[in-house]
Each structure stands twice: as C-alpha cells, then as structure tokens.
C-alpha cells in the first residue's frame, strides 16, 4: 500500500510539474482523471478519520493576562472536528483574531482534503493549541524523506512569487487560500 502511494504520489509529482495543470479548476479534472485511469492512487483505500466528539478544555483568561500551565489548552487537535476546533479558539480574543484564526482553521481543512485526494494525510495544529516555547514542525518534516519533496509539491505547488504568482500554480495552500477569498490578504 505504502509503495503503491509513493509510486502514485512520485508520479502525481511529475504530473504537476511537466504540466503545469492546476490543483483543482477546469485544468485538474484531467490530472485526476489520468490518475485515476492509471490506478496510481487507489482512492478507495484513502480513508478520512471521522473525529471523536470532543469538547475542548478552554479557560477564559484576562485579555492581558499570561496563561499558566495548567491553563494551557489540553485538547488533542487530531481529535477535535472543525466546530470542535472552532470552539477552542480562545474566548478573550479580538473579533479581528477570531476571524483570523476561523479562517486559518477554513483553510486547514480544506488544504486537508485536498491533499486527502492525492493520498496523503494532512495533520496540523492550531496555532493557539502549541505550548509556549515549542518550535511548530512542518507538516512535510513528518513524512519519509523519500515522500517529502512529491508532498511539498502537493502542498505548496509550484509557482513564483510577486507577479508571477498564481493560486493556480500553488498547490493545495494556494487553492485553500483562494476558495476562501484570501488571495490578496496579505
């Protein structure tokens, strides 16, 4: 199963590359079905984990208050739906850092299935659920070194920056970014 992915994902890799296509659009139902003909990705076998119901643990704390340890966010986020996950955006924030965070979360999950749909399972940690002082891991440095530069790919796309850029060319981040509206957010 696992050589059948690599194979799929290394050749879903030069797919991208030599031709271009878009993640998702007009330009990818080619990709995919090619991919599909080819039974490069068994999409059968890919199955989504339906989370556990969860409610999380959030303490509301003074706006400028610091957050001691037994204060800290104690909810395993792969356990957590996206409401579940919603909820645990702490309550004394801004409206202005709630909205970023939902739509953080909005995009994280749809990068999540996107990558679901070339076979690979994309876990990620809000950023208000990391301990202080714990350096985030990229989601790439957890794969096999042999999968990470096809994920990277799947992930990120290749396209250039500034000008030159188009959602189009970036991957799942960059069709995440766009479905929610954020392309010129920054």
Known sequence: MKKKIAVG????????VASSAVLYGTGAAPVFAA???????????????TPAPAAPQVEVLPRDAAAT???IVDTAPEALSFEGLKASIPAHWSADEVANATVWLEQA?????????VGYTY??????????GTRPTSWESTLPEAERAAASLALWGN?????SYRWEDAGCHGYAVHVTGMDNAN
Request: contains cysteine; proline residues 6%.
């Open 69 to 71: 340890d037994d204060q």
């Open 123 to 132: 876990t990620f940690t809000p950023f208000w659920l990391i301990q202080p």
């Open 9 to 16: 994902v290394a050749s879903l890799g030069v797919i991208f």
């Open 109 to 117: 999950s749809i990068i999540s299935e996107c990558l679901a749909e």
């Open 159 to 163: 396209t250039g920056g500034g000008a």
């Open 35 to 49: 991919l599909d003909d080819a039974n490069l990705v068994d999409s059968t076998s890919i199955v989504l984990p």
